[in-house]
């Protein structure tokens, strides 16, 4: 048997990111609407600005690994003024999100892709920028909580 050793596979890693979905949801709602959408620090954008660029790039981007196409990448396409709006959205994208993983071939990881016409990396790198593009933003996000006396959900907490 030729077994090639890994240290994930596409299940556990859509599982991890998931997990890291349900924790940027929690902080979505933890924020009182109004500060959701004005709230920001040092010039930084709104957190509901930072979850419309996470929304513009991973359902749209694992659609275009799919289909092979170069969309290009636009945070402007939906434009919510509820937090309610935007928690939906954000649930509809991680359905999206399951539908295209799912379609991603063990060997299209190791393919190069470009991802909205200008990131051209293996499959599996884009796909770990963008959880760590989450990450990033929901480190922002927790910051903006702090500084309004409100404690953010603990970042080890993934599972709902």
């Known amino acids: ?7 994930l596979d596409s299940q556990q890693l859509l599982i991890h990111w998931q997990g890291h979905r349900n924790l940027t949801r929690r902080v979505l709602e933890a924020f009182p609407e109004k500060d959701l959408f004005e709230f920001s620090i ?19 981007a694992l659609k275009a690994i799919v289909d092979g196409s170069e969309n290009s990448f636009d945070e402007e396409a939906f434009q919510p003024t509820t937090k309610a709006e935007l928690l939906s959205k954000w649930d509809e994208q991680t359905e999206v999100i399951n539908e295209y993983f799912s379609q991603i071939s063990e060997e299209r990881f190791q393919e190069t892709f470009n991802l909205f016409g200008q990131y051209e990396f293996p499959v599996y790198q884009n796909i770990l920028y963008f959880v760590d593009n989450e990450i990033h933003h929901r480190g922002q996000g927790y910051v903006y909580l702090r500084a309004l ?6 970042f080890w907490e993934r599972e709902r």
């Open 1 to 7: 048997m030729n077994a090639t050793a890994k240290v």
């Open 149 to 154: 006396g409100i404690e953010p959900p603990f």
């Open 42 to 60: 040092g010039g930084m954008r709104p957190f509901s600005k930072l979850a419309l660029e996470l929304l513009a790039i991973a359902g749209p």
